[in-house]
């Protein structure tokens, strides 16, 4: 019995159709850590990029090397890392605000070059052209530049978001009943991982799928030429 | 600064598993990668299916979820029919990641096999080369340059990911991280001496990723 409901063993399908709904449990929490993880990841990202992109070096190099340094090191690391350390520190977080937030931390060095490609993908010409027809830097940026590179962002993004549903499992080292934890434990319990951990690889790939496909036809019905923002 | 030097030596015994299971896994994912690359291009519909439904399957699924499966699960289908398949971790962890590595990898090679003009493959059928002369004469050697940025990508991906074969008890750089903190209880200097670990063998992997891409670069064209 895992959050109140029983399971079956009477034989295989009876088993499987029984804990289903004990994995989808499991599977909305995989979710909330997916979302939350990326907000955190879409924030901090455009922090550090804005970071990346500041005048002085003294400001961009340590934001080079912090990327870097997050998108060399093991997400599973940066977890207990946090996990263990920030309590040291005074700094007391749930642990799945914790795992959320190695989620983000980890993928903030991955957006940060997603914002930072798409805006220069932009053709130079464009901010001449704002120049020269008298736009203020802010309004070129805000009016002329992020409506273009929007569309070429969202994407790459939707990627990202992929990417970090696939790594939530990772979150089940601290405790958090995702998904795979809940499997497992089903599978401690019974002494049948055969069947959990089956069906939690084929519930991931119907997501990711279907999360592919929901990006390729956004990427098809995003305007080409930028989303005007007025 | 004791304790420091005290933990060096099992983070070291720890740094030399992640370092041969990154070795292993990685040469596993170049061949995977290839093959199921080159598969996806076939002619022969049934290879082509394989291939699509291999990356699919292991780009599609998590990584932990694919470990977990191969060290859990697959003992209990092999009793149920009869074979033994229960693998030590250092093996379920090598073919794991080879092959999660290797789908990811597989369409880094069909993108750069694509990228090939077509006129290549045109001379090559002008000059009347077989089609696997023309695939590991002129299609690969043109090819190969172009996936090295990306194998590269993969490497590093790979030695991160490595650390999740802790999670099936191998004793890696961050299963000796774990023993030690819960000996210790000193997380801050464990886990930050970790961190740089990785990060340092992850400069390593990129310099040595870089000499091999600058190798590939010398096939790409020769001038006459």
């Known amino acids: 019995m895992l959050f109140g409901i029983e399971w079956d063993t009477a034989n295989n399908w009876v088993f499987a159709w029984s804990i289903l709904p004990i994995l989808l449990k499991g599977l909305v929490v995989t979710i909330q850590a997916t979302l939350v993880g990326f907000l955190v990841a879409l924030i901090l990202g455009l922090v550090l990029a804005a970071l990346k992109g500041a005048r002085l070096r003294i400001i961009s190099w340590p934001a080079y090397f912090i990327t870097e340094f997050i998108r060399d090191t093991p997400l599973l690391v940066q977890l207990f890392f946090l996990y263990y350390v920030l309590p040291e520190y005074g700094i007391i977080l749930p642990a799945f605000m914790t795992g959320a937030l190695a989620l983000g931390l980890q993928y903030s060095a991955y957006t940060s070059e997603v914002y930072r490609a798409g805006l220069e993908s932009i053709p130079h010409g464009q901010t001449e052209a704002s120049r020269v027809l008298d736009f203020t830097p802010l309004h070129t940026f805000m009016f002329i530049i992020l ?3 929007i569309p070429r962002i969202i994407p790459a993004l939707g990627n990202y978001l992929v990417s970090i549903m696939k790594d939530v499992p990772v979150l089940s080292v601290i405790a958090i009943l995702e998904i795979l934890n809940v499997a497992r434990i089903i599978g401690d319990r019974t002494f049948n991982y055969l069947i959990p951990l089956s069906m939690v690889g084929i519930i991931y790939l119907l997501l990711t799928l279907l999360a592919s496909a929901g990006i390729r ?6 305007p080409k030429e930028g989303i005007p923002l007025k | 600064m004791d304790n420091l030097l005290s933990y060096i030596d099992p983070l070291l015994d720890g740094a030399w ?45 998590s990584l932990l979820v694919q470990l977990f499966w191969l060290y859990f699960a697959l003992p209990i289908l092999g009793q149920a029919i009869g074979v033994d398949l ?25 993108g750069a096999i694509q990228a090939v003009p077509d006129n290549q493959y045109e001379a090559a059928k002008a000059l009347d080369f077989t089609p696997k002369q023309t695939m590991w004469r002129i299609v690969l050697p043109q090819a190969i340059p172009e996936m090295m940025p990306s194998f590269g990508n993969l490497a590093i991906q790979n030695l991160k990911d490595t650390a999740l074969v802790s999670l099936i008890s191998l004793g890696d750089m961050t299963f000796r991280a774990e023993q030690l903190r819960n000996y210790t209880q000193d997380s801050t200097t464990i886990y930050t001496l970790l961190l740089f670990m990785y990060f340092g063998m992850a400069l390593v992997l990129s310099a040595i990723m870089k000499i ?4 590939a670069s010398r096939w790409r064209t020769r001038k006459i």
């Open chain 1, 217 to 222: 036809y956004l990427d098809k019905r995003l």
């Open chain 2, 17 to 61: 598993v992640t370092l041969q299971l990154t070795l292993y896994s990685t040469v596993l994912g170049g061949v995977v990668a290839f093959m199921a690359g080159i598969g996806k291009l076939s002619e022969n519909r049934a290879t082509r299916w394989l291939s699509i439904c291999f990356i699919e399957f292991f780009r599609g699924t």
């Open chain 2, 212 to 215: 091999l891409e600058r190798y």
């Open chain 1, 147 to 149: 409506p273009q590179a």
């Open chain 2, 86 to 110: 229960r693998m030590p971790p250092l093996l379920a962890g090598t073919i794991a990641l080879g092959l999660n590595i290797g789908a990811y990898g597989a369409e880094v090679v069909r």
